[in-house]
Every structure is written in C-alpha cells, then in structure tokens.
C-alpha cells in the first residue's frame, strides 16, 4: 500500500516527521543498542521513508550522462565488494551495498527541494537547527546518564560525542545564516561559539568561524563593526568568567594548535589521528596502484599502515588504531578506498569550493538585496551550493562515515544542482 500518494511532498506532514526522526534518532539508536554506528538505523529509516513515497523515486529523472557515471560507480562497488567476500571473506562491502536505500532517501529529499517553496525549506531547516540549539542546552545544564549515554564521556544528547553534535548543527547553520535577517544570524553566532568554547568542540568552533566569515561578506561594514566589537567583547567575558571559575577547558584548543609531534617526542593524540589519514590516502595510493583498496576495505586486512598509525598504536593503549576504518574524515575514507576516483572527484570537490567563494560576495549581495522575499529558483541553486561548502568540513576535517544524515542532505543537494545545470542547458 503506497501512502500519501494525493499529498504534495512539500506539505506531507508524515515525510516532514520522518525527516525529523532520520535526522536524529539513528545517534540514539546508535548508543542505546552499542551498534558503534549510525548505519543501520539510518537504513532502516531510510527504507521506511521510501517505501512510504516510492511515487517519489519513481519520479526521478536524470540526464543520460549523469545517468551512466552513477550506473558506472555502483557497478565498481559491487564488483568491489563481490571481490572482498571471495579473495578477504569479507562481507562486510556487500552489506553496505544494500544502503542505496539511503540513495533512495536523497531523491526523495531533492524531489522536495525542486517542488517546495524556499522560504518554506528554509523554515525547515529553522526547525531542525533550533531543534539542535535545544538540545545543546539541554546538555550544558543536564547531563544523561540512562540509555548507555553514561559511557559516553561528554555526550551532547542523543549524540555520543561533542564532533557529531558539531556536524548536524554545523551543516545546518551555514544555509541558514545566509537565508535569515540579522537577528538569527547574531542568534546563530553566539549559540555556535558559545557550545565551541563549552563542550568544547574544534570542528564547531571551524563552522563557528565559517559562518562570522559568511556574515563579514553578507552585511555591511557599520553594521559589521558594531556586531563584531559585541560578540568580540561577550566572547571575552565569558571566557575570562568561566576561565576563571575553571568551566572553560581553553587547553583543549591549546593542545589542538600543536603539531602532531615535536623535537622532544612528545605526541598530541588528536593531531596525530588527523594526520594519520593523510598519510592511509598516500600510503594506500601508492600500494594499491591507485586502484584503491575496495568499497568499505578501510581498516581491513587489505588496508596499509604508515609511521603515524605505529605511534598512535605505541604511545597510546587507550585509543590505538583509533579512526582506523573512518580514516578520521570523509576524504581519507573515500580516497583510500577508490584510489584514482576519489582522488579526481576530490580535486573537483575542491574546484567547486573555489569557485563557490570566489562568486560568493556576488550572491550574498543579490540575496540581501531580494530582503528575504521572492525567491525564485536561481535563489534554490544557491542554496543546495551552500549546502554542499558546509559538507566540506565533514569531507576535509571531521566525518563520521558515508553515511549520515548530513551526506543524504548533500546527496539531494547534489542531485539538485546538477539537474538545475542541465535544465539550464536545454
């Protein structure tokens, strides 16, 4: 039985819930049954999601070309994972084949860009955003000890850990900041370094900046100032305060300034795993031919270590071989396990970054000038394009896995940006 089949995507009450539950219960389940992953509840929602607006998938169409690259991609996945099961009698690659579910999920998601109203997509993304901003609350006052989150030093519920806390909220604010008058976006500000600073988090303080460096271009130069010197001036009371009353834990950053290890052999853990996926994308790269190590081979039998791997593993019983098979970002992930491939699509990842800041003054100011109103589909393509330069930090920086709620959202964006580029063809 196919449901809500008459009902506009845009206004269908039940996806916009189910978008809700996908975008935060798979770090709950995630924690509460110990999966020490988000991809199997993400999958099974995911299905959910699409069995319930199957109408939806159906409806996508996509260019000829673009067509063959995707059929081309998942052809080498699976041979990839049909050549670990036999050779490494690993089944783990042909399990993961099976989320194109989430695939699923992404056009669905793009169906809903193309159709609804941008001022009603950006009410959306408002809700969850807040929806973060409350929880993040929630966690600085009251700490959750019950549903296995006691194990989770430093949780910020449902999510384990202050980076995936950063990654949800962070990819929204972005968008959000650039669509929103004044106001919100000082609101957005003070709420992003304010939890950087408390939890603490790195990659929320990166997006923290991201975003004051949006607002710079965004607004002018009186208003910048005066906004600047108030949130320069709060920052600074804050920290004095709760430096002083030992709350602020300004040794976390301190200690992330430092190289990964020094003339005197001492080590910082952190930096260390950060470099240590650099090094699995040059090492793998070479020792693969530049074929890549398999679709989901990262930290498999199959997987070469380098220099940075034997000191983490040496020095630290705790935490060796830590982000082993997640390679501490997704570029790492993706690079060391589609050699050649990632690489390319890499380097046109960065290409689009380049091009995405360099236009940026341009659109900011055709946005501020429109004052949040009549917004057409032009005003859509730049959106899914702000989408898509806040994934980077997830790409570059920090990433979990593949798959997550904010590579799903980049998916469609994706799809979206594409389709509108051979719309604007024809």
Not at 21 to 44: A, G, H, M
Request: charged fraction near 15%; proline fraction near 2%.
């Amino acid at each position: 039985m196919i449901l809500n089949k008459d009902i506009p995507i845009s206004s269908n009450k039940l996806f916009l819930f189910l978008i809700l539950f996908f975008f935060f219960i798979p770090y709950f389940i995630d924690v509460y049954f110990k999966l020490n992953s988000i991809t199997i509840p993400l999958f099974v929602i995911a299905t959910i999601i699409n069995f319930l607006f199957i109408h939806e998938i159906q409806k996508f169409k996509l260019k000829k070309n673009y067509r063959f690259f995707l059929f081309l991609f998942l052809i080498i996945i699976f041979i990839s994972s049909i050549n670990s099961y036999f050779i490494y009698n690993n089944s783990k690659p042909i399990k993961s084949y099976l989320v194109i579910s989430i695939f699923c999920t992404s056009i669905i998601i793009f169906n809903y860009l193309t159709i609804c109203d941008l001022n009603k997509i950006i009410e959306k993304i408002k809700i969850l955003f807040l929806i973060c901003i409350v929880l993040g609350w929630y966690s600085y006052f009251f700490e959750v000890y019950s549903f296995n989150y006691s194990a989770k030093a430093n949780n910020i519920f449902p999510f384990q850990e202050p980076s995936h806390f950063a990654l949800a909220i962070g990819n929204l604010s972005i968008p959000l900041l650039v669509f929103t008058k004044i106001r919100f976006n000082i609101f957005i500000l003070i709420n992003l370094f304010f939890f950087s600073l408390m939890f603490p988090s790195t990659v929320l303080l990166i997006f923290s900046i991201l975003n004051l460096f949006i607002f710079f271009i965004k607004k002018d130069l009186n208003v910048i100032f005066r906004v600047f010197i108030l949130i320069i001036t709060s920052l600074l009371v804050i920290i004095f305060f709760l430096n002083y009353s030992s709350i602020i834990n300004l040794e976390y950053f301190i200690n992330r300034i430092y190289p990964a290890y020094s003339k005197d052999q001492i080590y910082n853990i952190t930096n260390l795993t950060y470099k240590q996926g650099w090094e699995f994308i040059y090492v793998n790269l070479l020792n693969s031919n530049f074929f890549g190590i398999g679709y989901q081979m990262m930290g498999s039998e199959k997987m070469h270590f380098g220099e940075t791997y034997r000191l983490i593993f040496n020095f630290s019983d705790t935490i060796s071989g830590k982000n082993i098979s997640d390679g501490s970002f997704v570029m790492s992930k993706f690079i060391v396990e589609f050699g050649i491939i990632g690489l390319l699509l890499s380097l046109l990842y960065i290409k689009f970054i380049i091009s995405f800041i360099l236009r940026l003054k341009k659109n900011l100011k055709y946005i501020n000038l429109k004052n949040y109103s009549n917004y057409n589909y032009f005003d859509k393509i730049f959106l899914s394009e702000l989408i898509i330069f806040a994934y980077s930090v997830n790409y570059f920086i920090r990433g979990i896995n593949y798959f997550t709620p904010q590579s799903v959202i980049f998916i469609a964006a994706f799809l979206f940006l594409i389709n509108s580029t051979q719309n604007e063809k024809k």
